[in-house]
């Protein structure tokens, strides 16, 4: 990614990717604060627009229509995005805890997650109910059930549980949509039957009279049978009870009762209400800590008391920029006072709506148009991207702070002086020993008996024995980052680097890391460092392989590459090599190719965040297993995918084999999303430098239009294995490398004799 030219002076940490935050993130995209970075950490790549939830599931929009793009929004504010499960706060040393990476220190941290469904206070709703919140991730559980009632025989009754304006919206919209599904099945749309329960007298109770009589009439025209002071007390399989003791048979349940605080909440020692949400001042900060804020409906404001509606947490979106910018630069932060009433437009499942403002109330199908008309508006703010310049004048620290804007300490003002001066060369260039020894003294490297000296006892060089009867195998590869999480790219850095390793049948032994870091204050180079490299050696641990030494230095863009050190039978013959293939042969490849035009579209914010996602999916996922397997199934030669491409590879390979080979285009196994990109002309920077293998292209004139051309030039970043495979043995080395989690793996083509031909490569589709 792109190296801002400010050093990192100040942290501000996002948890949740809610509407709050996605405002926060348009905001600091627009006007970034120098010297302020910002990390995103969310378990979700794309958030749900609630006021275009509903319509999304009668049918009226597509997932894109309704989803903000968080990676995408990411890269347009300059933020780093990490996905992952926050799990709890470290105050004392402010620092985010996660599930599955190591901790995130802030400077100063907002929330902005939503609210959690409190089925435990029912018996058996956890188990066997559909809950609604948190709406991230709804998507999975709604499109679960619009299944299961398609394929379900005969009458499915439907029951929601809540009948405030969100389980009313939500129940007119699913039924609208399954009975057209029901229809378009040839089936009869009265198999569907729904239960609304409510535990308060009316439906809609915070509204005025007319709008819910209205939509006592609604519901009564739908046929939904309408239960109130109905209270549900229990659940079970296929059944729940009220309090008064009625029991309904229900086939699914649906659940949009109020929802409270997450559980981690508890034990971080911000004062929360008796429902679990955070207690927050006007000015959006924890009453606890003024370093932690909180918006959405996570807050619970101790001045204003507010209903849990989407619409406050839109408008506590300018406010909460605003005072992040202001708790960095050490200014007076500003209240925000809510208005007391708002506009409400609740739709009907069938492109009418109501619209509900105090006393006010109409209905119409226009209604329903100017809500798409206002919804479609909002959700183009964060959908119409334009690429920011990020080259900004340089702004000299001071102890007040940077230009005026970011407050530093003393000794935090030295430091960043240092960081934005003239940078020394050579061993200048080093990052410095404190820094070093702190981040690497929190790691732990696997340790091996054939290592003499390494990270545990460290001198001027490693030394590790190469046992006997072994041959020693040597391997080198670097490159700068490509994404915006230290620790994922670690990770993926690692595991590229491992390849070489496993496409010739080796064991990985030793891995010496060199690193570049972009310069700025200690505390902010040592934690990139750390998250780095943990990233890396969960990997390099992973496969055995002891991580013995490095160099780390300061460079404008963060970087990493190993020189890998592996082991194998010293017999030539047992050495899996490019130079093997032959006639009859098939070509197997064992993960999807694309990362190269992904990339590239997602430094222009012109990649879907999921495309994104999937890619590092498959980039962290190794190769050693699949190695091993197509060893055991005979595999003649192997590589592994990188730089090259599929075709630069396969050159490699035809060539000292004295073989040809053909490519079947049609049985690519692609990343989602390449195409779409390589036929919208984006494509890698090293793409250039790979056509020009197309010489090696026998029916290149014949082939150059098909969509999925361009992609054999495309240049991976830890990409699969490309092996050659005896024919006999093909189809059960495809389904043992699926069983092992290769899931895209594929035959995509065959090896032919050598022909007259100077060109060793065809394609067909």
Not at 126 to 141: D, G, M, Q
Not at 217 to 238: F, I, K, S
Not at 434 to 442: I, K, P, Y
Not at 662 to 673: F, N, Q, R, T, W
Request: charged content about 20%; some cysteine; glycine content about 10%.
């Amino acid at each position: 990614m792109q190296a801002p030219e400010q050093p990192i002076l100040r942290d501000i940490v996002l948890v949740g990717g809610g509407h709050s935050h996605v405002g926060v993130l348009k905001s600091f995209g627009m006007q970034p604060v120098p010297g302020v970075r910002l990390t995103v950490i969310c378990t979700d790549m794309h958030t749900p627009y609630s006021g275009m939830l509903p319509g999304y599931v009668a049918g009226h929009y597509d997932y894109d229509e309704v989803h903000i793009d968080l990676s995408r929004l990411a890269v347009f504010a300059g933020a780093r995005l990490y996905r992952d499960e926050v799990i709890g706060l470290d105050r004392v040393n402010r620092k985010v805890l996660c599930r599955n990476r190591p901790p995130v220190p802030y400077d100063v941290l907002s929330i902005n997650i939503g609210s959690t469904p409190q089925l435990h206070g029912v018996p058996g709703a956890l188990e066997n109910a559909i809950a609604v919140k948190p709406i991230t991730r709804f998507n999975e559980r709604w499109l679960a059930l619009l299944e299961r009632v398609q394929r379900h025989p005969g009458t499915t009754t439907v029951a929601v549980v809540g009948a405030g304006a969100g389980g009313v919206e939500l129940l007119l919209a699913m039924q609208w949509r399954l009975r057209h599904a029901l229809h378009s099945l040839g089936r009869n749309p009265d198999e569907l039957v729904f239960h609304l329960f409510s535990s308060d007298p009316n439906i809609l109770p915070t509204h005025n009279l007319g709008v819910r009589r209205r939509f006592d009439a609604v519901l009564a025209e739908r046929q939904v049978r309408v239960h109130r002071n109905a209270a549900v007390t229990q659940v079970t399989p296929g059944r729940l009870q009220t309090a008064a003791g009625e029991v309904i048979d229900t086939d699914e349940i649906v659940w949009v009762t109020r929802a409270g605080g997450a559980a981690w909440l508890r034990d971080t020692g911000l004062a929360l209400d008796a429902d679990g949400f955070i207690q927050v001042t006007d000015t959006l900060q924890t009453v606890t800590d003024p370093a932690v804020f909180a918006a959405g409906d996570i807050a619970s404001m101790v001045n204003h008391p507010l209903e849990k509606a989407g619409v406050f947490a839109v408008r506590q979106g300018p406010p909460l920029a605003a005072n992040l910018r202001l708790s960095v630069q050490g200014g007076t932060l500003k209240p925000y006072h809510p208005q007391r009433s708002w506009l409400a437009l609740i739709s009907t499942g069938d492109q009418y709506a109501v619209a509900s403002r105090g006393w006010l109330g109409f209905a119409g199908a226009w209604v329903w148009r100017w809500k798409d008309w206002i919804d479609r508006r909002f959700m183009r703010k964060f959908q119409d991207l334009t690429p920011m310049d990020t080259h900004g004048t340089r702004a000299q620290p001071t102890s007040a702070g940077v230009a005026g804007t970011v407050q530093l300490t003393p000794e935090e003002s030295l430091q960043a002086i240092s960081a934005i001066a003239m940078r020394c060369g050579g061993c200048g260039a080093k990052v410095g020993a404190t820094v070093l020894s702190r981040a690497l003294s929190q790691l732990h490297p696997v340790q091996r008996e054939d290592v003499v000296i390494g990270l545990s006892d460290p001198d001027d060089a490693a030394v590790v024995r190469v046992p006997s009867g072994k041959a020693m195998v040597h391997s080198v590869d670097f490159f700068r980052s490509f994404i915006d999480d230290p620790y994922l790219f670690g990770k993926v850095a690692a595991n590229h680097a491992l390849g070489d390793i496993w496409a010739m049948g080796a064991q990985a032994q030793s891995a010496t890391a060199i690193a570049t870091v972009p310069s700025g204050l200690e505390s902010k180079v040592e934690d990139v460092l750390f998250q780095m490299m943990t990233g890396a050696l969960e990997v390099l641990n992973e496969a055995n392989c002891a991580l013995v030494g490095g160099h780390t230095g300061e460079g404008k863009e963060l970087a990493l590459g190993f020189a890998i050190n592996g082991l194998i039978d010293d017999d030539p013959a047992q050495i899996l090599r490019k130079n093997g293939m032959r006639p009859g042969d098939v070509l197997i490849l064992t993960k999807p190719i694309g990362t190269g035009t992904l990339f590239a579209a997602h430094a222009r914010l012109s990649a879907k965040g999921r495309w994104i996602d999937a890619a590092l999916q498959s980039m962290v996922v190794s190769n050693q297993k699949g190695a091993q397997c197509l060893r055991e199934f005979g595999a003649t030669a192997c590589t592994d995918l990188t730089g090259f491409g599929l075709l630069g590879h396969l050159v490699e390979m035809t060539r000292p084999s004295g073989v040809d080979a053909e490519i079947d285009l049609s049985a690519l196994p692609l990343l989602d999303g390449a195409q779409e990109c390589v036929a919208g002309g984006i494509v890698s920077s090293l793409q250039s430098a790979n056509v020009r293998l197309r010489r090696a292209l026998r029916n290149q004139e014949a082939m150059v239009n098909h969509p999925r051309y361009p992609l054999i030039f495309d240049p991976q970043t830890a990409g699969g294995l490309l092996a050659s495979v005896p024919a006999d043995k093909a189809q059960a080395c495809i389904a043992a490398l699926r069983e092992l989690g290769y899931s895209h793996t594929v035959a995509i083509g065959r090896v032919l004799p050598q022909g007259e031909a100077l060109e060793p490569i065809s394609l067909c589709a």
